[in-house]
């Protein structure tokens, strides 16, 4: 079985200073690990995804992200926010088969 | 663009009404989702389809109706709607979810 947690429900942070989006999840077999985003009244939007080779994965818009075997974590990162930065965030984790686990968003506040 | 449109954009319906949702993809793909996504609430996978084949049916009531005609094409028909049933309905693909999804822009339906 699989799973994830997104620890925060919201976020709030000022423009020009770093954003955490902080991601765990749960997987019986090695994950592909996911961020997706999305705007108000849009689709979902892939940032970046992790699939078991470089660690450190870099995304659209500068974000990037770190994934952690030992602390089953995933986090979303980036080191500026900008005003188009604000939005919902989605961390998805998927193992062998073709389903993916959604966690239940974060909402990203990007204050002037 | 994502390379999976949906269609319409925005839809309003009485409760007696018929009407449906439209999701197409030219990616090649051979997996095609439907999600609800509620205000406040976490993304709910609905239906799935393989090759053309459903393979999910996540509890979904019967006034939810999915069709596949082809790998490209997938219908969401709808019937004696209720107000709760309001909400963004999301339709995605992939060619294995160690890809990602590709979601379309979503069908915004209200019940009224």
């Known amino acids: 079985a699989q799973s994830v947690t997104q620890l925060d429900s919201h976020v709030s942070v000022s423009e020009g200073t770093p954003v955490l989006l902080r991601c765990n999840y749960s997987?019986?077999?090695?994950?592909?690990l996911f961020w997706y985003v999305q705007h108000p009244n849009k689709g979902l939007q892939l940032l970046l995804k992790?699939?078991?080779?470089?660690?450190l994965v870099k995304g659209i818009n500068g974000f990037e992200a770190e994934f952690k075997k030992s602390e089953t974590s995933f986090h979303l990162t980036k080191p500026s926010a900008h005003m188009s930065d604000a939005a919902e965030y989605f961390c998805?984790?998927?193992?062998?088969?073709?389903?993916?686990?959604f966690g239940a968003g974060t909402r990203l506040t990007v204050k002037p | 663009e994502t390379g999976v449109t949906q269609t319409p954009r925005h839809l309003v319906m009485g409760m007696t009404n018929k009407k449906s949702l439209k999701c197409e993809q030219h990616?090649?793909?051979?997996?095609m989702y439907w999600y609800k996504q509620s205000a406040k609430k976490p993304l709910e996978l609905m239906f799935v389809?393989?090759?053309?084949?459903?393979?999910e049916n996540n509890s979904v009531p019967s006034r939810f109706s999915p069709e596949c005609p082809n790998s490209s094409h997938l219908f969401l028909h709808l019937h004696t709607l209720q107000p709760e049933d309001s909400a963004l309905y999301l339709c995605?693909?992939?060619?294995?979810?160690?890809?990602?999804?590709?979601f379309g822009s979503g069908t915004r339906l209200t019940v009224v």
């Open positions: 995605a693909s992939t060619q294995g979810s160690y890809y990602g999804y590709t």
């Open positions: 997987s019986s077999y090695s994950p592909s």
């Open positions: 992790y699939t078991s080779a470089a660690t």
């Open positions: 998805v984790v998927s193992d062998r088969s073709n389903d993916m686990r």
């Open positions: 990616l090649g793909h051979n997996a």
């Open positions: 389809y393989n090759f053309k084949e459903q393979t």
